[in-house]
C-alpha cells in the first residue's frame, strides 16, 4: 500500500512538473509578449479615463493594477482584460461632482462591486440579454459624444476644471459657457494644439489598413511618445509653445502615500450615494457582460466566459477599487481585443499587464509625469469617436423605426438628463414597440365568402395575453350581423383568462347580433360570478 501511495505521488508530481512546465513556456512564448502589448494599450487609458472622470489620475492607474493583478486570477476569462472602462467616465464624473467629495464616491464603487457580486451569487449574469440592443448602443454613442466634447478643451489648451462642471447641456447655459468663453480663449496654448493635431493624425493613420505591420507597436503608446518629444522639443528650443506645467501629467513620486480612502461615516448620510452605486454597478454589469461576448466571440479556440464567474470577480475588484482610492473598473473590449491580437493564450496575459502597470507605477513614475494631456485627450477623442461613428446611426436607421427610435431618443435623453433616465426611457420605448407588435403576432384574421355569407377565422397564436384584450375586443366587435365567425385556439400554448372571459360574454353578443360563433380549443368560463 506504502509502495502504491509512493507511485501514485511520484506520478502527480511529473505531471504537475510537466503542466508547470507547459504553462510557463505558454507564458513566455505567447502570454509575456502579449501582456506587455495590453500594458502600452492599458497605460494611456488609464490615465485618460481617470482625466476624463475627473478623478485623482493615480486612480485610473490603481484600477488597472487591479483589474490585472485581481480581477483575472478569480475570473473564468481566458482572454479578457479588466480596467477602467470609457463606458463610465460619464457616470463617474457626475457622481464625483454631485457628492462633492472624492472619499464619498469612493464609497458608490464599493456598493457597486457589491451589487455585482450579490448579482454573480444569484446567477443573474443573463440580465444583459433584457436590455435591447437599440438601447445599450444608444446609451454607449452618447457616452462617446460627451467624452469628445468634454475632451475638446484639454485638446486645445485649456487647463481649468470650471470650464465644464455638470452634463452635456450644462455646456451651453450661461454659467457655464458664456463667462468661461474669454478666459477659454485666453487659455488656449498652440503647443497644445500641435501636440493634438499630430496625436490625432497618427492615432488615425495608425487605425488604416496600409498600416497593419505597424500595429505590433499600440496607437496609443506611439501618440504619447510622440506628446513627450514634441514637448521636449518645444522646451530645448525655449519656445512659447512649451506646455505648462498643468497641462502635464503630474503623478506623484510616491503614489501610495497620496491615495484617498473611503469616508464610512457617510455611508447613510445621503440616499444619492446608493443610487449612484447601483447605477454604477449596473452600467458596470452590462458593459462587462457585453465585452465578454464580444471577446468570446474572437477567441479562436471558442472559450466560453462564465458570466456569473465574471460578475463575482467584477464584484470584489470594484469592491477592492472603493477601498484602495481607485475608480470603478470594467472588461474592456479595446484591451481584450489588443490581447488577443498579441497572441495572448491565457489569463496570464492579462496577469502580466497588470503587473506592468504596478512596475510602471513604481519604477518610472517621473517619465509618465512628462505625457502631456493633449495627447491623452487625443487618445480619448478617437475612443469617443469610436462609440458614436455616424456608421453606427446609418445602420440603426437602416434597420427601422423600431430600432432607430429608442436608439436615438436614449441619446437625446442622456445629454439633456442623466444616464439613468435615458436608458429607462429608451427601455420604455422599446416595451412600448413590443407590446404594440404583440397586439399584431398573437392572433390572426382571415375572410372568406360562402355563397352569400361571410366567414370570419380568427386564429390565435401560441401565446395570447392580456394584452391583446383590447384589439381582440375590438376585432370582435367589427364582425358584422348574419356572418359565420370561428375562433381557433387549438394550437394554443397559453390562454389569458382575460381573453377566454372576452370570448365567453362575446358568445351572447353573437347570438343577438346573428352571428354563428364556433370555438376550436377554447372552452368557455363562468362569466355570471364576476362583478
Not at 21 to 46: E, M, N
Not at 103 to 120: E, M
Not at 294 to 323: S, W, Y
Request: proline fraction near 4%; charged fraction near 15%.
Amino acid at each position: 500500500m506504502f509502495f502504491k501511495n509512493l507511485t501514485f505521488g511520484n506520478k502527480f508530481l511529473h505531471l504537475l512538473k510537466r503542466k508547470i512546465k507547459y504553462y510557463r513556456l505558454l507564458w513566455i512564448k505567447h502570454d509575456l509578449p502579449a501582456g506587455l502589448s495590453v500594458f502600452f494599450v492599458a497605460l494611456p487609458l488609464c490615465l485618460g479615463i481617470a482625466l476624463a472622470s475627473g478623478a485623482p489620475l493615480y486612480a485610473g492607474l490603481l484600477s488597472g493594477i487591479i483589474g490585472g493583478l485581481v480581477v483575472s486570477l478569480i475570473s473564468g476569462a481566458s482572454l479578457g482584460v479588466s480596467g477602467p472602462a470609457a463606458g463610465l467616465t460619464t457616470l463617474v464624473a457626475a457622481s464625483i461632482i454631485s457628492l462633492g467629495d472624492y472619499r464619498i464616491f469612493l464609497l458608490t464603487v464599493i456598493i457597486a462591486g457589491f451589487f455585482q457580486l450579490i448579482l454573480g451569487l444569484l446567477k443573474l449574469g443573463v440580465i444583459a440579454n433584457y436590455f435591447p440592443s437599440s438601447v445599450i448602443k444608444g446609451m454607449l454613442a452618447a457616452i462617446g459624444i460627451i467624452l469628445i466634447s468634454k475632451q475638446i478643451p484639454l485638446a486645445l489648451g485649456y487647463d481649468k476644471p470650471d470650464f465644464w462642471t455638470g452634463s452635456f447641456s450644462h455646456l451651453f447655459s450661461s454659467k457655464n459657457f458664456i463667462a468661461n468663453i474669454k478666459n477659454f480663449s485666453q487659455e488656449i496654448t498652440r503647443g497644445a494644439i500641435i501636440i493634438t493635431a499630430a496625436s490625432l493624425v497618427v492615432m488615425i493613420l495608425l487605425q488604416q489598413s496600409f498600416a497593419k505591420k505597424l500595429k505590433v507597436i499600440p496607437a496609443p503608446l506611439v501618440v504619447v511618445i510622440i506628446g513627450i518629444v514634441i514637448n521636449i522639443i518645444f522646451t530645448s528650443l525655449t519656445s512659447a509653445y512649451t506646455l505648462r506645467p498643468a497641462q502635464l501629467v503630474n503623478i506623484p513620486s510616491n503614489i501610495f502615500s497620496n491615495i484617498s480612502f473611503p469616508d464610512f461615516s457617510k455611508i447613510f448620510s445621503n440616499r444619492e450615494i446608493w443610487v449612484s452605486g447601483v447605477l454604477i454597478g449596473l452600467l458596470a454589469t452590462l458593459e462587462t457582460l457585453l465585452c465578454a461576448e464580444a471577446i468570446d466571440k474572437l477567441d479562436k479556440h471558442n472559450r466560453i466566459t462564465p458570466v456569473n464567474r465574471e460578475l463575482v470577480a467584477q464584484g470584489i475588484g470594484n469592491m477592492l477599487c472603493g477601498l484602495l482610492g481607485a475608480i470603478p473598473i470594467t472588461a474592456v473590449v479595446v484591451r481584450g481585443a489588443a490581447n488577443i491580437d498579441a497572441g495572448g493564450r491565457t489569463k496570464l496575459s492579462a496577469f502580466t499587464h497588470g503587473l506592468f502597470l504596478l512596475l510602471a507605477v513604481l519604477a518610472i513614475p517621473f517619465l509618465l509625469n512628462k505625457i502631456p494631456y493633449a495627447s491623452l485627450a487625443a487618445i480619448l477623442l478617437i475612443t469617443g469617436y469610436n462609440l458614436t461613428k455616424p456608421k453606427l446611426y446609418r445602420n440603426m436607421w437602416s434597420l427601422g423605426w423600431k430600432q432607430f427610435l429608442p436608439f436615438i431618443l436614449t441619446i437625446i435623453v442622456i445629454l439633456f438628463t442623466d444616464l439613468l433616465i435615458g436608458v429607462s426611457i429608451g427601455l420604455l420605448l422599446s416595451i412600448y414597440f413590443i407590446i404594440r407588435n404583440n397586439f399584431k403576432t398573437e392572433y390572426k384574421i382571415s375572410k372568406t365568402k360562402q355563397h352569400a355569407t361571410e366567414v370570419y377565422h380568427i386564429k390565435l397564436n401560441s401565446n395570447v395575453t392580456f394584452l391583446n384584450k383590447v384589439n381582440l375586443k375590438k376585432s370582435l366587435d367589427q364582425i358584422p350581423e348574419y356572418s359565420v365567425l370561428t375562433v381557433d385556439g387549438s394550437e394554443c400554448n397559453f390562454i389569458d383568462y382575460d381573453i377566454l372571459e372576452i370570448v365567453s360574454e362575446y358568445a351572447n353578443k353573437a347570438h343577438d347580433r346573428h352571428i354563428e360563433l364556433h370555438l376550436k380549443g377554447i372552452e368557455k368560463v363562468n362569466i355570471t360570478a364576476v362583478h
